[in-house]
Nanobody
Framework: QVQLVESGGGLVQPGGSLRLSCAAS????????MGWYRQAPGKQRELVAT???????NYADSVKGRSTISRDNAKNTVYLQMNSLKPEDTAVYYC??????????WGQGTQVTVSS
């Protein structure tokens, strides 16, 4: 059974930082591209960042320069370090695991709220 479990969300003030984690089980983690997506109330889910199985990264323009995605294959975990957080970063953040053209796996999400 595949599980992606996100953690690390919470309430943070503007300008603050958070590190999200996503622990994967039930998949051969090192063979999967991993990603973070987010969905704000009333909006569609959007890509935040991805990291390939070889470590190549890609970021949405809205978070480029403020966020870093990384992975630890020994721990089956992908991370998203977010700095200089803004109120518009408020959303539920979802972890995603994808291999080739197969349907991706999703986590249950973790809430990030940026507010003073």
């Amino acid at each position: 059974q595949v599980q992606l479990v996100e953690s690390g969300g919470g309430l943070v003030q503007p300008g603050g930082s958070l590190r999200l984690s996503c622990a994967a089980s039930g998949i051969s983690f090192s063979n999967y591209a991993m990603g973070w997506y987010r969905q704000a109330p009333g909006k569609q889910r959007e890509l935040v960042a991805t990291i390939s199985n070889t470590g190549s990264t890609n970021y949405a323009d809205s978070v480029k320069g403020r966020s870093t995605i990384s992975r630890d294959n020994a721990k089956n975990t992908v991370y998203l370090q977010m700095n200089s957080l803004k109120p518009e970063d408020t959303a539920v953040y979802y972890c995603n695991a994808k291999r080739f053209t197969f349907s991706p796996y999703w986590g249950q999400g973790t809430q990030v709220t940026v507010s003073s």
